[in-house]
């Protein structure tokens, strides 16, 4: 248990990276979207060049969400393994939409939610690293925790 008393030690919040330019880039997640707490969910976030230029996903084979809570847009949770998984590049052209694999996961940051996050609705960040573009980050999309 955690004493309200008692001062927690607070890491400074890593920087974000920008937003997606949703010009070029738009992306979203499946309707229903669900995850149990305490374990991790493997989908897909799908990518779309609304630009005149291919988008180019530098990944490990998949992306991964880090859970936010919606309100604050402070990160709650995560995927807590390594992921050892070669380079692979997912090409979006112009106009067209691409699949990449998602992994999300509900180990929690938070010392005040316990070691899980817990059910409810959240939302998930996810960065994306583009090819001569540097790294950015999605909107945040919606997911629920389930018991």
Not at 32 to 61: F, P, W
Request: net charge negative; proline share 12%; hydrophobic share 40%.
């Amino acid at each position: 248990m955690i004493d309200p008393q008692v001062p927690q030690r607070r890491l400074p919040a890593p920087e974000r990276p920008p937003l997606l330019p949703a010009e070029e880039v738009q992306v979203s997640v499946d309707e229903g979207l669900e995850v149990r707490s305490g374990e991790y969910l493997g989908n897909i976030v799908h990518v779309r060049s609304v630009g005149n230029r291919e988008i180019v996903v530098l990944t490990n084979g998949a992306v991964t969400g880090a859970t936010v809570d919606p309100r604050t847009g402070s990160f709650v949770g995560g995927y807590e393994f390594a992921q050892h998984m070669p380079g692979i590049e997912f090409r979006v052209p112009p106009g067209s939409v691409v699949d990449i694999p998602l992994l999300v996961g509900t180990a929690s940051t938070n010392p005040l939610l316990g070691y899980c996050v817990p059910p409810r609705r959240w939302a998930i960040e996810v960065s994306l690293n583009l090819e001569d573009r540097g790294i950015f980050r999605t909107p945040l999309l919606p997911i629920e925790v389930v018991t």
